[in-house]
Nanobody, 122 residues
């Protein structure tokens, strides 16, 4: 089982970025895939999740209306679309897997990707 996060980079305030989580060793539509972020010096926090039944759950109020999560079963990949980015969105973004239903608690996820860094300049 592997999760490979990619697509991070440097973007200006107000810009957009899509980060990807490519899965191998399992099929994403049988699991919940959560996105977490971790800013320097801070704890890892849940942002958004898509369940096995493709229901999205937001865990960070700050991203509502700006971030969305989607899944492409043919590519076995989950995406985090980030719009209207703000400097406070700067963080490493991680994807993680757990059975079927979403959770906002990182301890309930048993497989993690390596993270991709998103930097938003002011």
């Amino acid at each position: 089982v592997q999760l490979q996060a990619s697509g991070g980079g440097l973007v200006h305030t107000g810009g957009s970025l899509r980060v990807s989580c490519a899965a191998s060793g399992f099929t994403v539509d049988y699991y919940a895939i959560g996105w977490f972020h971790q800013a320097p010096g801070k704890e890892r926090e849940a942002v958004l999740c898509i369940s096995s039944s493709a229901i999205s759950t937001y865990y960070a109020d700050s991203v509502k209306g700006r971030f969305t999560v989607s899944r492409d079963n043919t590519k076995n990949t989950v995406y985090l679309q980030m719009n209207s980015l703000k400097p406070e969105d700067t963080a490493s973004y991680y994807c993680a897997r757990r059975p079927r239903e979403c959770s906002g608690y990182s301890r309930w996820y048993n497989y993690w990707g390596q993270g991709t860094l998103v930097t938003v300049s002011s």
